[in-house]
């Protein structure tokens, strides 16, 4: 079992490597725990015996390389996911934002756009839609083309709402999206201040300054090196007190560039860049 686990490990390292050179997508320096489950997971699902066929295919076969992305990249998400969050936004960080005559907002790792779409109405309820640009982006182009669509399941829209009730909406959420044929679309004017982008954080640059980034339950998935680079990014796009938001689960207290941020709501892991 252990020289089977050896050997795989190997294959794996080959295959991210040759998705690195054939595709300049880059996986080198994620959590490997992590790879090793979702590539396993694609694998058995796509129908290989071995790693090493599944890198055969997706080296020859540039039609297998969304099909795999769809393993490798993080797609579970939820509208208002940790409302304490969302309502630590609009009460604590929101009457800050409401000081600058226009705003930048940077969706990292955006997946198929439910977070995106939290800001945005919530943003719309507090009155600063209109002078804010929204940057979605994300390294999959298949989660980017979805949340542009803005179509989610009719079944998920129960789980969003309340999200958004406990967020401190001011609003109904079904004002918000047209449902039919089990899917709920959610309305185009949402959309109208919404910069899609392929980014990705291992490997491209920042593209703007940002007063708000939001990059949360990406860098769960990320080895130190490649979490540190991250916030160097987001640290790099944001200005003097521009806010930061991670993950429940993530944190800057490792990082090289902590020193840039102090903390500003704790529990909701919130941090606003410092003059550092």
Same mark, same amino acid.
């Given at each position: ?28 320096? @994620?959590?490997?725990?992590? #790879? =090793? ?5 694609? !694998?058995?699902?796509? %129908?290989?015996?071995?790693? $090493? ?98 179509? @989610?399941?009719?079944?998920? #829209? =129960? ?5 958004? !009730?406990?967020?401190? %909406?001011?609003?109904?959420? $079904? ?102």
């Amino acid at each position: 079992m252990e020289t089977f686990e050896r050997i795989e490990d190997i294959e794996i390292r080959l295959l991210l490597e040759a998705l690195y050179h054939r595709y300049h997508y880059d996986f080198r320096n @994620y959590a490997m725990s992590s #790879i =090793r489950r979702r590539l396993r997971q694609a !694998r058995e699902q796509l %129908g290989f015996a071995t790693i $090493s066929a599944l890198q055969e295919s997706a080296l020859h076969d540039p039609d297998m390389l969304p099909k795999l992305l769809r393993y490798l990249t993080v797609q579970v998400s939820e509208m208002f996911r940790d409302p304490g969050y969302f309502r630590a936004i609009r009460e604590k960080v929101v009457p800050h934002l409401r000081t600058y005559p226009s705003l930048k907002i940077w969706i990292a790792g955006c997946s198929s756009g439910e977070e995106l779409y939290s800001f945005v109405i919530l943003f719309r309820e507090e009155g600063l839609e209109e002078r804010t640009i929204f940057y979605a982006t994300d390294i999959n182009p298949e989660a980017l083309a979805q949340a542009e669509a803005g179509v @989610y399941g009719l079944d998920r #829209i =129960r789980l969003f709402t309340e999200n958004h !009730r406990h967020a401190g %909406g001011k609003t109904s959420l $079904s004002d918000h999206y047209r449902s039919g044929y089990d899917r709920c679309v959610f309305d185009r004017s949402l959309r109208r201040n919404v910069v899609f982008s392929d980014h990705s954080l291992v490997t491209d640059q920042v593209f703007g300054e940002m007063q708000f980034v939001s990059c949360r339950n990406v860098m769960i998935y990320f080895d130190r090196i490649l979490q540190d680079r991250a916030i160097g990014l987001f640290s790099e796009a944001l200005p003097r007190n521009g806010f930061l938001g991670l993950g429940a689960k993530e944190t800057l207290r490792f990082s090289s560039h902590a020193d840039a941020f102090r903390e500003f709501a704790r529990e909701e892991k919130i941090y606003r860049r410092t003059g550092a």
